[in-house]
């Protein structure tokens, strides 16, 4: 709307997805998180030589809470917490960003290349430099690689039995969302007074 564009969609699209995967494999595997780390703790209070904690004393403390919650070791709710967590760190940051583009006068490609380099920075220290795997065995998986078969296509002509082109769940879920801010921006009373 502004005319600026953002450089800083890639890396906070890595921070964020990153964030959910961890907070997913929190809770999927919270039961032998907690375990293990009440292990260590005890094997430290005993001043055993070498003692190796499993995770972080902050996604323990997660851990513990998600059991709480009724979660741990649940996909389906790992899978949930993720994609929540997701939504609202992407938010926050784009609101964090909108902020420093209208009440701090930034340049659009100055506010957007610091976050570039923060949210990259953020998740690379999150993945300790190296790779995020998912712990949901099928769950997150299907969700981002599934979506709604196109009848009478065929991307395999060779295989036993046909395998349909597929309009993946992400791409429906971007169709629906433009169509909502759409509507949002251009026929509602909030959206013209952001527009003009």
Same mark, same amino acid.
């Given at each position: 709307?502004?005319?600026?564009?953002?450089?800083?969609?890639?890396?906070?699209?890595?921070?964020?997805?990153?964030?959910?995967?961890?907070?997913?494999? =929190?809770?999927?595997?919270?039961?032998?998180?907690?375990?293990?780390?009440?292990?260590?703790?005890?094997?430290?209070?005993?001043?055993? !030589?070498?003692?190796?904690?499993?995770?972080?004393?902050?996604?323990?403390?997660?851990?513990? %809470?998600?059991?709480?919650?009724?979660?741990?070791?649940?996909?389906?709710?790992?899978?949930?917490?993720?994609?929540?967590?997701?939504?609202?760190?992407? =938010? %926050?940051?784009?609101?964090?960003?909108?902020? %420093?583009?209208?009440?701090?006068?930034?340049?659009?490609?100055?506010?957007?290349?610091?976050?570039?380099?923060?949210?990259?920075?953020?998740?690379?220290?999150?993945?300790?430099?190296?790779?995020?795997?998912?712990?949901?065995?099928?769950?997150?998986?299907?969700?981002?690689?599934?979506?709604?078969?196109?009848?009478?296509?065929?991307?395999?002509?060779?295989? !036993?039995?046909?395998?349909?082109?597929?309009?993946?769940?992400?791409?429906?879920?971007?169709?629906?969302?433009?169509?909502?801010?759409?509507?949002?921006? =251009?026929?509602?009373?909030?959206?013209?007074?952001?527009?003009?």
């Amino acid at each position: 709307i502004l005319g600026g564009f953002d450089l800083s969609g890639g890396s906070l699209i890595a921070f964020s997805g990153g964030l959910g995967v961890l907070a997913m494999n =929190t809770v999927i595997n919270a039961p032998e998180l907690i375990a293990a780390y009440d292990q260590a703790l005890n094997a430290a209070a005993a001043k055993a !030589p070498m003692v190796q904690f499993p995770c972080s004393g902050f996604r323990y403390g997660l851990a513990k %809470l998600f059991s709480t919650m009724g979660l741990a070791g649940s996909e389906a709710g790992g899978v949930a917490v993720a994609f929540v967590l997701i939504v609202l760190a992407a =938010t %926050l940051a784009g609101w964090l960003t909108g902020l %420093l583009v209208t009440k701090g006068k930034l340049a659009p490609f100055i506010a957007t290349l610091g976050g570039l380099a923060a949210y990259r920075s953020l998740s690379l220290a999150m993945a300790d430099g190296g790779e995020y795997r998912s712990g949901s065995a099928s769950m997150f998986k299907a969700i981002g690689t599934g979506g709604i078969p196109i009848p009478g296509t065929n991307v395999a002509p060779m295989a !036993p039995q046909p395998v349909p082109l597929l309009i993946p769940w992400p791409v429906l879920v971007f169709v629906l969302l433009a169509i909502l801010a759409h509507v949002l921006l =251009t026929r509602t009373r909030y959206g013209r007074y952001v527009v003009s």
